[in-house]
């Protein structure tokens, strides 16, 4: 029998809209693991910050973090690749970043960072209730944010920046695409901007995790959503784009499922792996 790798991204695919996972999708992914695949949950949360049960899911060992800026292994607690943005870049990402009405963070070392005076007003400018409720819990405040943080770590793994104007946010994207070469600028929602080192990104770590199980990338399943997940889609042997997905993602895959909230991943493992 043929193993398959199958990576998922989270939000706006395996986890409904609410952040669950539906039993259909569970059920089917402990099949699918039941049967000899592997399943890697693929994210641009880090890893303390995916909800507990896909933590604690026990058919899964391998977590691709922020994007591919790491790659945890749960069983050996440790990250067998990292892909992070020198202190100094990021320094100059932020200072862009200032140049635009939205409020950012950072993830450094399995932990989420923002300053105290951004964190204040996140009601205003991450009003999706999902998401605002993660920024509240999710982000530590601290004062004097680059300081803080130049302070304590040579590198980060991701920042991201969330905006209340859609029309700010696409001026902001074109600006970081224009002026970060060296990154690959991506978004996971349609409030938010993400960008992680030019390496660190789904499909590299897709690449990575088929070398790494001894796997051809052509026995690689993707779902993804987002323009976050176009690098996946197209790396793996398989790419499947939500219903619900941006329509480059749409276009990027090799073919599309069922919505989030409607067990997509589930539905095309069973086709695909005649689960």
Known sequence: MERYAIFSDLDGTLLND?????ERNLRTIERAVKAGH?????????????????????????????????????????AVRREEIPIDRALEIWDIMDN?????????????????????????????????????????AVPDFKSY??????AIQKTQIFFADPAER????????????????????????EVNALDA?????????????????????????????LSMLSAA?????????????KRRADMVTATNNSAGVAKALEKILNL
Do not use: W
């Open 18 to 22: 609410d952040k669950t996972i539906s």
């Open 38 to 78: 592997y399943f890697i949950p693929c994210t641009g949360r880090y890893f303390g910050g995916m909800p507990p049960l896909i933590r604690s899911l026990p058919f899964c060992r391998y977590y691709v973090c922020m994007n591919g800026a790491e790659i945890y292994d749960k069983i050996e607690d440790r």
């Open 100 to 140: 635009f009405d939205g409020i950012y963070d950072c993830f450094v070392e399995n932990r989420a960072f923002m300053d105290r005076s951004m964190k204040r007003n996140c009601d205003f400018y991450v009003r999706e209730p999902a998401f605002n409720k993660m920024v509240h819990e999710l982000r530590q």
């Open 149 to 154: 943080i130049k302070k304590r770590y040579k």
């Open 170 to 193: 696409e001026k902001c994207a074109e600006a970081l695409t224009r002026l970060l070469p060296d990154c690959s600028v991506t978004s996971s929602v349609s409030i938010n901007i």
């Open 201 to 229: 990104n789904k499909g590299e770590a897709v690449r990575f995790m088929c070398g790494y199980l001894d796997l051809p990338v052509e026995n690689s399943i993707a779902f993804g959503d987002s323009t976050n997940d």
């Open 237 to 249: 042997g398989i790419g499947v784009a939500m219903e619900n997905a941006v329509p480059e993602a």
